[in-house]
């Protein structure tokens, strides 16, 4: 049984920032590659950020590079996104993601996700 928790979601206004997390119920946490995507009302989900297994490289969206930034804690089984400068546009449901692959942005590379956090930025 795996399980992901995201947490940390809530409200915030434009150029605010917010860190959201995700504890996960893996045994070999240390061996997934981990993702954050986010999804807003009537919109595709979209990948916003991927770390490697041991969290050497980082991949962003275009949209949040430089202004988001993804880490990862493998004693404790966390997953952060730390939200700097944020948009109206980044308001979504945020889900953390975990796969057996490399770095992708795919939702399809991901086998496991959690239930979202909502993130609402107003202006």
């Known amino acids: 049984q795996v399980d992901l928790v995201e947490s940390g979601g809530g409200s915030v206004q434009a150029g605010g920032s917010l860190e959201i997390s995700c504890v996960a119920s893996?045994?070999?946490?240390?061996?997934?590659?981990m993702a954050w995507f986010r999804q807003a009302p009537g919109k595709e989900r979209e990948g916003v950020a991927a770390?490697?297994?041991?969290?050497?490289?980082?991949q962003y969206t275009d949209s949040v590079r430089g202004r988001f930034t993804i880490s990862r804690n493998n004693v404790n089984n966390t997953l952060y996104l730390r939200m700097n400068s944020l948009k109206p546009e980044d308001t979504a449901m945020y889900y953390c993601?975990?796969?057996?692959?490399?770095?992708?942005?795919?939702?399809?590379?991901?086998?496991?996700w959690g239930q979202g956090t909502q993130v609402t930025v107003s202006s």
């Open positions: 993601a975990a796969g057996t692959g490399w770095l992708d942005l795919r939702a399809d590379a991901y086998k496991y």
């Open positions: 893996i045994y070999t946490y240390q061996n997934y590659a």
């Open positions: 770390i490697t297994p041991g969290g050497g490289t980082t």
